[in-house]
């Protein structure tokens, strides 16, 4: 999950200035940025360009894939567009920004690896660097990434959320809850664009420590505002698949078998749409949690050595762990409906 504005506003100031000399031009890619901030990424995607600053354009393009998902055609147009040497400089990073965008949702760590190095200066190179160290277990590096406080308010939210999201998945419950909070307030207090999709991830965060603790009531009051506001954007498949994933688990927690099936449902659906194989991974852990929440043993037990499968895959060794923990769990149960209550990802340190 990336921070719309940093994306938006980098596109926007490293392409429109590089062609003053074409006033037509620039007036084209001030168009297509201004779709862009509508949340029009389709339009986007389609709109052809000025053909003399086609490389231009195809940032723009690449910019609206990653913000919708669309991490393959994003790295297509990158991999494809030639901007000339005079100006690279100033689109590099967002050249930079934009592929660690789609290698982190991929799941091509070693890739966002080679491409960012260890310690990236940008803000969003260092928070996509962090959630690469994140899903690969090495918090050393994710936290020292993610100590140093940024001087703009949108980009500190970021570092804030991605923060809060390692303490919850490592059972910090408290510690992550009041990180999260405090990202919230800063996106509620700012002017960003599409503000409501990052707060909506912040209620889906919450939702989480809600989940794990066992609160169910809440943990679903939280997940279904988080769905009502990332729905603001309803191409962006990525995060409503998760946030659908999770609805499936608290729904299934609270003994609710068809809702909890038809968020399983959208949560598949979406998450097919992105083609990302960490994103997959993650739908299916929840589906098997969902599960084994209903009772369901065998049908939990062949979901999650499935999604363990994928994460190894990967390289998610923290996320693989914690479904070996709960196959452990199902191994001790005597009877289906004896599964403990509280998320056993991430339970309170």
């Given at each position: 999950m990336t921070t719309t504005a940093a994306l938006l506003w980098g596109a926007l100031a490293a392409f429109v200035v590089t062609v003053t000399v074409f006033s037509w031009a620039r007036r084209t890619l001030i168009v297509m940025?201004?779709?862009?901030?509508?949340?029009?990424?389709?339009?986007?995607?389609?709109?052809?360009?000025?053909?003399?600053?086609?490389?231009?354009?195809?940032?723009?393009?690449?910019?609206?894939?990653?913000?919708t998902g669309r991490y393959e055609l994003a790295l297509r147009l990158l991999d494809g567009s030639r901007v000339?040497?005079?100006?690279?400089?100033?689109?590099?990073?967002?050249?930079?920004?934009?592929?660690?965008?789609?290698?982190?949702?991929?799941?091509?760590?070693?890739?966002?690896?080679?491409?960012?190095?260890?310690?990236?200066?940008?803000?969003?190179?260092?928070?996509?660097?962090?959630?690469?160290?994140?899903?690969?277990?090495?918090?050393?590096?994710?936290?020292?990434?993610?100590?140093?406080?940024?001087?703009?308010?949108?980009?500190?939210?970021?570092?804030?959320?991605?923060?809060?999201?390692?303490?919850?998945?490592?059972?910090?419950?408290?510690?992550?809850?009041?990180?999260?909070?405090?990202?919230?307030?800063?996106?509620?207090?700012?002017?960003?664009?599409?503000?409501?999709?990052?707060?909506?991830?912040?209620?889906?965060?919450?939702?989480?420590?809600?989940?794990?603790?066992?609160?169910?009531?809440?943990?679903?009051?939280?997940?279904?505002?988080?769905?009502?506001?990332?729905?603001?954007?309803?191409?962006?498949?990525?995060?409503?698949?998760?946030?659908?994933?999770r609805l499936a688990e608290a729904h299934a927690l609270a003994g609710h078998p068809m809702e909890s099936g038809h968020h399983v449902a959208e949560s598949r659906t979406k998450s097919e749409l992105v083609g990302s194989p960490s994103l997959a991974a993650m739908v299916r852990h929840s589906e098997g949690m969902a599960a084994a929440h209903l009772?369901?043993?065998?049908e939990a037990r062949h979901l999650l050595t499935d999604a363990r499968a994928a994460h190894l895959a990967l390289g998610e060794r923290p996320a693989a762990d914690s479904i070996a923990a709960v196959l452990d769990q199902l191994d001790q149960l005597d009877q289906p409906d004896q599964l403990d209550q509280p998320d056993p990802r991430a339970p309170e340190a």
């Open positions: 940025a201004r779709l862009m901030e509508a949340g029009e990424h389709t339009r986007v995607i389609a709109h052809p360009g000025p053909r003399v600053f086609r490389p231009h354009a195809d940032r723009f393009r690449a910019t609206s894939a990653v913000l000339p040497a005079a100006v690279n400089g100033r689109a590099g990073d967002v050249d930079t920004q934009l592929r660690g965008a789609a290698l982190t949702s991929l799941g091509r760590y070693a890739e966002v690896i080679a491409l960012l190095g260890d310690d990236p200066a940008a803000a969003l190179s260092r928070h996509q660097r962090a959630q690469a160290a994140l899903e690969l277990g090495d918090d050393a590096t994710a936290l020292r990434l993610l100590d140093r406080p940024h001087p703009d308010a949108v980009d500190d939210a970021g570092r804030l959320r991605i923060l809060g999201c390692l303490h919850i998945r490592r059972g910090r419950l408290t510690e992550g809850e009041q990180l999260v909070r405090r990202a919230r307030a800063a996106y509620l207090s700012s002017s960003l664009a599409a503000r409501e999709v990052d707060i909506g991830y912040c209620h889906h965060h919450l939702g989480e420590v809600a989940l794990a603790r066992g609160d169910v009531d809440l943990a679903l009051e939280e997940l279904t505002t988080a769905l009502r506001l990332v729905s603001v954007r309803p191409d962006n498949a990525p995060g409503l698949a998760e946030v659908h994933a009772g369901r043993r065998a």
